[in-house]
């Protein structure tokens, strides 16, 4: 089946060591989005791409960063954890940039940072 | 600003109807999603909206007023396996999508 697929599920980290998250979609979608959750919060984009064109939400974190080295693959890098970004990180995909066009989520990986 | 509302959390017997709603003030306005999303999980689509009116799908459908800025998600014959937040998001002018916090809804015997 054609998916969205996050690794790990669960990450744990320590305060200030770097840690990277990956996303792989099968779907052949063009678009690839990165959203931070926290509990009972709305999900907040940090950044996407449009097939190679990076977007980079105004108030996302330098600490941020990301890469997507082929149409399959995405990661999103934090490049000093702090305590406040501890949450649910989400990797959705979609065919274009077409307002009617739904995102595909991925499970998720819940990132604890110790 | 753009801003999303919804109710933070609604209870509902398992059977009955339960009606969730959604307002909105975007810049710019490209259609209205509903997602379910199970606590751990990802969000799943369920439904989008363009046009004013209904969309019905299965147990599920979806309204929608575009003068009103106004939306809800319809819910029949609930069942135990529907308690989850549904989070309501608008595609905005630059086809960024704008989420609600989502409401829980929590469905009992």
């Known amino acids: 089946d054609a998916m969205v697929i996050q690794n790990p599920r669960y990450q744990v980290t320590q305060f200030g060591k770097p840690v990277t998250l990956s996303c792989s979609q099968t779907?052949?979608?063009?678009?690839m989005y990165w959203y931070q959750q926290k509990s009972s919060q709305a999900p907040k984009l940090l950044f996407h791409?449009?097939?190679?064109?990076?977007?980079n939400e105004a108030d996302t974190p330098d600490n941020f960063q990301s890469r997507r080295p082929n149409t399959s693959f995405c990661f999103l890098d934090i490049r000093s954890p702090g305590l406040g970004d501890a949450a649910m990180y989400l990797c959705?995909?979609?065919?274009?940039?077409?307002?009617?066009?739904?995102?595909?989520f991925g499970p998720g990986t819940r990132l604890l940072v110790l | 600003g753009q801003n999303i509302d919804q109710p933070t959390e609604m209870t509902a017997t398992e059977g009955a109807i339960v009606q969730i709603n959604c307002t909105y003030q975007t810049s710019g306005f490209n259609g209205l999603f509903w997602y379910q999303q199970h606590a751990g999980e990802a969000p799943t689509f369920l439904s989008y909206?363009?046009l004013d009116g209904l969309e019905e799908k299965g147990r599920f459908s979806s309204f929608l007023s575009r003068s009103k800025g106004y939306s809800y998600l319809l819910l029949k014959e609930l069942q135990m396996k529907d308690s989850a937040s549904y989070l309501c998001a608008v595609s905005d002018s630059n086809y960024q999508l704008i989420w609600g916090a989502g409401t829980k809804l929590i469905i009992k015997p």
């Open positions: 909206n363009v």
């Open positions: 959705a995909t979609s065919r274009n940039r077409d307002s009617s066009l739904a995102q595909y």
């Open positions: 791409y449009y097939d190679k064109d990076f977007n």
């Open positions: 779907l052949n979608h063009n678009v």
